[in-house]
């Protein structure tokens, strides 16, 4: 049954980080992932930032024991970072996390995830449940800030 939930995972993983792929090449311009409107105050392009520092942090590094180094407050702060980058910074995530958990010994998926985040201890199966959650969290709302953008422009005209 464990195999078959790493297994799983990796699928929802992969297809979700696919729908990132996606909507990141779906924004008209590379300026549009950059913009902000309103009270958004998260890009497309950072969230796309956010989601694969956050994978590739949890699973690669924590889990995997990656080399990879997170800098949340850059997730946040950096700005028009070239579409090419961003699809390679997907790409890099969707390798790490199917490999980390394709590689993963089922037997640790009950025992203690190494990180308090919270204040209080979870399983390594809850966690890695709440990170396919913030994916798709983001991912929905990356999608909004996207054809928010593009019914603006649409009225502009």
């Not at 203690?112 to 199966?125: A, C, D, K, R, V």
């Not at 890695?128 to 019914?151: C, E, K, M, S, V």
Request: hydrophobic share 35%.
């Amino acid at each position: 049954m464990e195999e078959d939930f790493l297994t799983s995972l990796v699928t929802v993983f992969n297809r979700d980080l696919s729908k990132l792929e996606e909507e990141i090449n779906l924004y008209p311009t590379e300026e549009s992932l950059w913009s902000l409107h309103g009270t958004i105050k998260n890009s497309g392009g950072t969230l796309c930032l956010h989601l694969c520092g956050n994978l590739q942090h949890y699973i690669g590094a924590v889990l995997g024991n990656s080399s990879y180094q997170r800098n949340r407050d850059e997730e946040f702060a950096a700005r028009n970072v070239p579409r090419h980058h961003l699809l390679d910074e997907i790409r890099r995530t969707k390798e790490v996390v199917t490999q980390t958990l394709l590689n993963f010994d089922h037997e640790q998926l009950s025992t203690e995830y190494p990180i308090q985040l919270w204040g209080y201890p979870m399983s390594t199966t809850f966690f890695l449940i709440h990170l396919t959650g913030h994916l798709n969290y983001h991912l929905g709302q990356l999608n909004y800030h996207r054809r928010l953008l593009a019914d603006q422009q649409q009225s502009i005209f």
